[in-house]
């Protein structure tokens, strides 16, 4: 049997956060799709209110990550956020 102290000595920090904020992705997904498809109001607010602090938390580790140099992003170009916003612009 594998003691769980042992983990600590095959993942690092930055996989841990990493397999940490996947499976936030994973579970906001879940309860995105719940709220969506309720047909209860009451438990459609419980939902979105458990949905809010999943994404609170999805959020942090991101943040945390990227502070980190862990989980880099790349600006976006001018001309691809223009395009974009024509995009839906003129969808509506």
């Not at 841990?16 to 996947?22: P, R």
């Not at 498809?37 to 999943?54: A, G, K, T």
């Not at 862990?70 to 509506?92: C, G, H, V």
């Amino acid at each position: 049997m594998v003691n769980p102290n042992d983990c600590t000595r095959f993942l690092g920090e930055k996989e841990m956060l990493g397999d940490c904020l996947s499976s936030q992705k994973q579970i906001a997904s879940g309860y995105n799709t719940y709220a969506g498809e309720c047909v209860n109001e009451q438990l459609r607010s419980s939902f979105l209110n458990i949905l809010d602090d999943e994404h609170r938390i999805q959020a942090t580790l991101f943040c945390d990550m990227q502070s980190r140099g862990w989980y880099q992003t790349q600006p976006a170009e001018q001309q691809k956020i223009n395009d974009a916003r024509q995009k839906f612009l003129s969808a509506n």
